[in-house]
C-alpha cells in the first residue's frame, strides 16, 4: 500500500492506559515520526479535534489559540511530572503550578442525577467555558495517575527514540507498543549478531 505525496504517516497505536486516562493520551500528542517530533495539538484545530476526539468538547467545539497554548503548557507540565514521580525526585514548582492552576479554574460540581436506578451523585457542568473545563478535567485525571497507589503507574518507553508514556500494569513491559518492543529486539538481535 502506498500513500499519497504528503499524506501524514499512520501514528502508532494508543499506549497502554491512553484509554483509561486521559491525561495519558495528552503526554502521548508529543511522539516522533519518521526520527522528527511531532505535535498532535500545535495549532487550535488540532487542540480542538483531538479535545473533541476524546469527549472533553463537543464536536466543532471552538478552541481558541489561547486555550491550545495552555493545553500544550498543561501537555508539557504532566510530561515534567511524571518523569519526576518515575525518577523518584521532586517537581519544578512551576509544573506543579500549572497542575494546580487548571485544576482551580473549573473545580468539579456535585449534582444529583437520577435514572432507572435511582438518584446518584454526578458531576455537573461547570461555570467555567468549555476548553477550561475540558483542561480540569485532564488535570484530574493527571492528579488521579499522579497520587495513585498501588495502581499502575506512567512509565516512559523503553525504546531509543520514543518519547510516549504508558500505564506500567507489569514490572516486566518496558516499552509503550509492539512496534516499539520489535524495533528494540531487532536492535539486540543486530547488534549480536554484526
Do not use: K
Amino acid at each position: 500500500m502506498t500513500r499519497e505525496p504528503g499524506a501524514e504517516e499512520p501514528g502508532p497505536p494508543p499506549a497502554p492506559g491512553e484509554e483509561i486516562s486521559p491525561a495519558l493520551a495528552l503526554v502521548n500528542t508529543r511522539l516522533m515520526r519518521g526520527g522528527q517530533v511531532a505535535d498532535l495539538i500545535a495549532d487550535p484545530a488540532a487542540a480542538g479535534g483531538w479535545l473533541a476526539s476524546r469527549g472533553l468538547i463537543p464536536p466543532g467545539g471552538r478552541v481558541t489559540g489561547a486555550d491550545a497554548v495552555r493545553l500544550r503548557e498543561l501537555r508539557e507540565s504532566v510530561r515534567a511530572l511524571f518523569a519526576a514521580r518515575a525518577a523518584g525526585r521532586g517537581p519544578a514548582a512551576s509544573d506543579v503550578g500549572v497542575l494546580n492552576a487548571a485544576l482551580a479554574a473549573a473545580p468539579p460540581v456535585p449534582a444529583l442525577a437520577w435514572d432507572e436506578s435511582g438518584p446518584h451523585r454526578a458531576e455537573g457542568a461547570p461555570r467555567a467555558g468549555m476548553a477550561t473545563a475540558a483542561l480540569a478535567r485532564l488535570a484530574r485525571a493527571a492528579l488521579d495517575l499522579l497520587t495513585a497507589s498501588g495502581g499502575p503507574e506512567p512509565a516512559p518507553c523503553g525504546a531509543h527514540g520514543c518519547i510516549r508514556w504508558f500505564l506500567r500494569t507489569h514490572a516486566a513491559r518496558q516499552w509503550c507498543s509492539t512496534r516499539c518492543g520489535d524495533r528494540v529486539r531487532a536492535a539486540r538481535h543486530y547488534a549480536r549478531h554484526h
